[in-house]
Nanobody, 124 residues
């Protein structure tokens, strides 16, 4: 069982930056693939980024590639999402998630545990 708590969301102007954190409690955090998803009003939850548990390979949605960076600190049981050059279309509730399966997962259904979400609002 893993519990996830996100923090770091807020209101920022376009072009600004935010860093989201996802603190995990429970067992074997280092063995989980960690992912970030987001959901804007009226839209489905979408994949943003993921990092695997072993060699730290990272994966990004095309819409955030080059602007967002996912990382993890297994010693602190924490995953991060550094978001730079933010755009109004990045406005959403951001969720972190943990997947106990093998490989990288890109759909919400493949993740086993979820945080409560943190709001990110980017003003134009």
């Amino acid at each position: 069982q893993v519990q996830l708590v996100e923090s770091g969301g807020g209101l920022v102007q376009a072009g600004g930056s935010l860093r989201l954190s996802c603190a995990a409690s429970g067992r074997a955090f280092s063995s989980y693939t960690m992912g970030w998803f987001r959901q804007a009003p009226g839209k489905e939850r979408e994949f943003v980024a993921a990092i695997n548990w072993s060699v730290g390979d990272t994966y990004y949605a095309d819409s955030v590639k080059g602007r967002f960076t996912i990382s993890r600190d297994n010693a602190k049981n924490t995953a991060y999402l550094q978001m730079n050059s933010l755009k109004p279309e990045d406005t959403a509730v951001y969720y972190c998630a943990a997947d106990s399966g093998w490989g990288i997962s890109f759909t919400p259904a493949e993740y086993d545990y979820w945080g409560q979400g943190t709001q990110v609002t980017v003003s134009s």
